[in-house]
């Protein structure tokens, strides 16, 4: 069964940083794209970045210049490095294969607070 885990989630004040992870499973990973969404509460799930599997990314305005995604292909591994935290990027952080009917993981918690 395919299977997504993140982790690097957390409390961290306006302006820090953090680096969330993604491991998938299988061989689903590398001729797939990956994407990182978010959903606030109240909010619709909104993309935030996404890497094709040759590397190629793109991003939302929102977090433009100051988050990255990378990907490992030999580790079956996505990155989401986020820097110049705001309080509105507090939501719950979700991996995704980007394709119809793509797996989910089960999402991480990123909290920005004073």
């Known amino acids: 069964q395919v299977r997504l885990v993140e982790s690097g989630g957390g409390l961290v004040q306006p302006g820090g940083s953090l680096r969330l992870t993604c491991t998938a499973s299988g061989s689903i990973f590398n001729g797939d794209a990956m994407a990182w969404y978010r959903q606030a509460p109240g909010n619709q799930r909104e993309r935030v970045a996404r890497?094709?599997?040759?590397?190629?990314?793109a991003y939302a305005d929102s977090v433009k210049g100051r988050f990255t995604i990378s990907r490992d292909n030999a580790k079956n591994t996505v990155y989401l490095q986020m820097n110049s935290l705001q309080l509105e990027d507090t939501a719950v952080y979700y991996c995704h294969v980007d394709r119809a009917l793509g797996p989910w993981g089960q999402g991480t918690q990123v909290t920005v607070s004073s």
């Open positions: 890497i094709t599997s040759g590397g190629s990314t």
